[in-house]
């Protein structure tokens, strides 16, 4: 360990002397304090700081990404290229632990830079917390943003009986293509059948009401309120592109809980507070939406004039959110993620320089960063691509069935950061449980790196380190 | 068992469509013995560096196989008892000399105070003590052959390989790495491979050779046998005047009928006479920017221990006491003021020269006087790499 160890600190001083670290380090720490100026969101108090959250982390990701392979390519590369290695090899190292403390070096650079970044972003969002804004928008961002709230989503229930039945009535009926009949066809159309049972599900037609039941909730004892937070959309669209309702949340015959009328703009987020006492002991908050404007007279929910059919976003246009935790550990956890996504692009540059030359190096490093931002993309498309192709109809669907294992191994081999990625939560207040940042270190780390980190010993301690001389 | 044998060992380089390209290595079969200073000799490109590359595990042969100290190249075990320097210094640019060698013996896992000690010395042997904070992309070629040198020798090596360790070094290295080898290496059994195109440098230390040409052997054997010229004699002797000389030739030509050949007085080695002006402005403490006065060979490639050296100090400070004493006695000469018994150790321990003498230290009249030949050699070695000469008595 103590030879690794030496690696790593050869490594760590490579970067730091070199000056790239440094200089990237500069750009980091001098763009950081001018984002909260540059960058004001809805104008919001509440709007800037999760725009400067979210800013600043995507692009300490992105600059440390890209620092991260292009360093470590660069460094085991020019080792072999400026011939370092000759006397390194020559020396009682076996060739993994040289790989290996090449890795733990870049890992422990990234961990020194990461916390400079981290720091600088902390204290600037809290700077920005302590600037003089109306009393509400300081609970908006005290509640919704520089917190740890947990979020939960009503149940969906399982259509799949009344998707069969639906299928099989058309079936019976006779009302189905020959091509709805095959069992891609079958796939299709049952998948349709869900989506619209979903979306009925999250529908409500003018003067209807519908009631959630929200499960699972464990707000703590400092925990005051909790939040519903929805997003509408409705059709044909309401005068001032805003719909009218009330709300009725938990028990009303507690005192002081009355039905709550809002009017919302569509298609915008929208938040507001309820008593955390409205959760019942085992858990589960009743949300029941009204669509109809409220007579203000008698408090009672009355015969309004809304003609629109309100909405909600799949798959999460309605949730109940909660305070669990601190916006500091938040803030800890999703650097810890940003940390773990590192590691394996380490391990990716490492593979690349143990083979390639810098140059070439550093073009599959790219391409493989450029794969994992369009990661999520390509997945979701993949799910189209046809199981049992038909040239005749599409000529390039043969060709995409073809290609479609190759690309979902190599979706499943680029690092993946977007699946883990803690820089929407941590800007939107909620919480980053320890155990998704387990799942990002098994996966990314555990997974992903020591997959690169393998296939660049095997090749690293296979492969020739000297060169034709004569 | 031999420290490093090749069976057979040959290695081809392919090219991109793996087809062979260069025949580097031959069916090259060789054993260097323990305690043997080895020559490898040849011109470039002959397979010189390719060979010592198997040798260290950093090409692999094609066909044969090499083995060192009994086990393949690979061994990570085995490279324990290897040290190495390239034919060029190969480091890293960011570090500064102490740093580069704290590194290399970070590799070897000694502890810290162990490190330290030995690149406390290895820095006073090569003398880059005083420039030991610079970093190395500063150095010139030759003090980065010296620091390439200290880290080959930072695990005192019982295998020292020197791919052409004299390249980029003046006539003060190139003496130091010679006594190094041949006094002190060779002291202690070590085994050297020496890998060189300078000729001079490889006749002054090896005991064998290896002639590489075009990746094959041409010859092997003893140097002194290789080089005798039985058909020749030569008489050194004080200066003669010429009605001796005459005489001589006369009773040569009656009793052997032979003529004298050639008969002249010889010079001085030009290394001789660069090691004296060098030495007189170290002495005078002139400023320099480059390497200073080595200290001699690091006490750990001498063998000794520090209780060693500490007995040795204790040792030394004795002696200058009594000679103190015997001042002290003498102090009633009227030319001299009394020394005191400090002062006088102080004296002495400035005169007395901290070890074993290198030649240079012991007097430069220890350098070997060779015949007009030997002359040549150094010249050459610094002048030119190589002479037409050179290569015929080769």
């Keep these: 360990m103590r030879r690794t160890w030496a690696v790593a600190r050869n490594m760590v001083a490579e970067a730091v002397r070199m000056k790239i670290a440094l200089v990237l380090l500069i750009v980091l720490v001098a763009v950081i304090p001018i984002g909260p100026f540059v960058w004001e969101g809805d104008g919001t108090l509440k709007g800037r700081v999760q725009t400067f959250l979210t800013y600043s982390t995507t692009l300490v990701v992105v600059v440390l990404s890209i620092l991260t392979v292009f360093v470590a390519c660069q460094s085991l ?6 011939h370092q290695i000759y006397t390194i090899a020559s020396k009682p190292l076996p060739r993994w632990q040289f790989i290996f403390g090449k890795w733990l070096g870049m890992c422990l650079l990234n961990g020194m830079l990461l916390t400079a970044c981290g720091l600088a972003i902390y204290l600037f969002a809290k700077y920005l ?68 049972a979903r979306t009925q599900w999250r529908t409500i037609p003018p003067s209807e009401r519908k009631t959630w039941v929200f499960e699972g909730l464990r707000p703590g004892p400092k925990c005051d309120y909790v939040h519903i937070r929805y997003k509408m959309q409705a059709t044909p669209l309401p005068p001032r592109m805003q719909v009218d309702s009330v709300w009725l949340i938990g028990d009303l015959s507690e005192p002081g809980n009355g039905p709550i009328p809002r009017t919302d703009s569509i298609n915008q987020w929208h938040y507001f507070p309820v008593s955390s006492r409205l959760v019942r002991p085992d858990g589960t908050l009743w949300v029941t939406f009204v669509n109809r404007p409220i007579d203000e007279l008698n408090q009672a929910v009355s015969q309004g004039q809304n003609r629109s059919t309100v909405a909600f976003e799949e798959p999460d246009g309605l949730e109940v959110l909660y305070e669990v935790g601190s916006f500091e550990g938040n803030f800890v956890r999703s650097m810890l993620l940003i940390f773990a996504w590192l590691m394996p692009l380490a391990a990716l540059g490492l593979f690349a320089g143990s083979f390639l030359s810098f140059p070439v190096g550093s073009l599959l490093c790219s391409s493989v960063l450029v794969a994992s931002a369009l990661a999520d993309f390509v997945r979701e498309s993949l799910y189209w691509v046809s199981e049992r192709p038909n040239p005749q109809q599409d000529p390039l669907d043969y060709f995409s069935w073809m290609f479609k294992p190759f690309i979902q191994a190599v979706i499943h081999g680029v690092p993946q950061l977007g699946r883990y990625s803690p820089i929407d939560l941590l800007a939107d207040g909620r919480v980053i449980t320890w155990g998704s940042v387990a799942a990002g270190v098994g996966m990314m780390v555990l997974l992903q790196a020591a997959l690169y980190l393998v296939l660049s010993i095997v090749i690293f301690s296979r492969r020739e380190l000297a060169e034709v001389t004569v | 068992m031999p420290v490093v044998e090749t069976i057979a060992l040959t290695k081809v380089f392919k090219d991109f469509w793996r087809r062979d390209r260069v025949l580097a290595v031959s069916d090259l079969d060789l054993r260097i013995e323990p305690g043997e200073v080895f020559g490898l000799l040849g011109p470039n490109g002959s397979g010189k560096t390719t060979t010592i590359k198997i040798i260290l595990g950093l090409l692999y042969p094609t066909r044969g196989r090499a083995l060192v100290f009994g086990r393949l190249p690979t061994d990570v075990a085995v490279k324990n008892r290897i040290g190495y320097l390239p034919e060029e210094s190969y480091l890293y640019r960011f570090l500064n000399a102490r740093e580069t060698l704290d590194y290399y013996g970070r590799l070897f896992q000694y502890p810290r105070r162990e490190r330290q000690r030995r690149i406390d010395m290895l820095l006073d042997m090569v003398g880059l003590a005083g420039v030991a904070r610079r970093r190395v992309g500063e150095y010139s070629k030759g003090m980065a052959r010296r620091i390439g040198l200290a880290q080959a020798l930072i695990n005192d090596p019982d295998l020292l390989i020197l791919d052409e360790p004299t390249t980029g070094l003046d006539p003060l290295g190139t003496r130091q790495i010679k006594n190094l080898i041949t006094e002190e290496l060779r002291r202690r059994g070590k085994t050297v491979l020496l890998c060189s195109h300078l000729l001079g440098d490889v006749e002054d230390v090896c005991d064998r050779v290896c002639i590489l040409y075009g990746g094959r052997r041409r010859a092997l054997g003893d140097i002194h046998e290789l080089l005798s010229r039985n058909e020749l004699t030569q008489i050194t002797t004080e200066k003669l005047s010429g009605e001796t000389i005459d005489q001589i030739r006369q009773v040569i030509r009656r009793l052997e009928g032979k003529d004298v050949l050639s008969v002249s007085a010889p010079s001085d080695k030009l290394e001789t006479f660069f090691l004296r002006i060098v030495r007189e402005a170290q002495r005078a403490r002139l400023d320099t920017s480059g390497v200073s006065e080595g200290t001699g060979v690091a006490a750990f490639l001498r063998g000794e221990s520090d209780a060693a050296r500490g007995q040795a100090v204790i040792d030394g400070l004795v002696t200058a006491g009594a000679r103190g004493a015997e001042l002290a006695e003498a102090s009633e000469l009227p030319e001299s003021p009394p020394p005191t018994a400090e002062t006088s150790v102080i004296e002495e321990l400035v005169e007395t020269r901290p070890t074993p003498a290198s030649p240079e230290d012991a007097g430069l009249a220890s350098e070997p006087q060779g015949p007009p030949e030997a002359d040549r050699r150094v010249i050459e070695a610094l002048i030119k790499p190589t002479d037409p000469e050179d290569d015929r008595r080769a």
Excluded: N
């Design chain 1, 77 to 82: 590369s020019k080792e072999v290229s400026e």
């Design chain 1, 129 to 196: 917390d302590l600037l003089p804004a109306p009393w509400l928008e300081k609970a908006a961002l005290r509640y919704e943003v520089l917190t740890a709230r947990q979020g939960v989503l009503p149940p969906v229930p399982d259509f799949t009986e009344v998707v069969e039945q639906r299928y099989e009535g058309l079936k019976k009926s006779g009302r189905l293509s020959k091509e709805e009949q095959t069992e891609e066809g079958a796939k299709r159309l049952k998948a349709e059948f869900h989506r619209e």
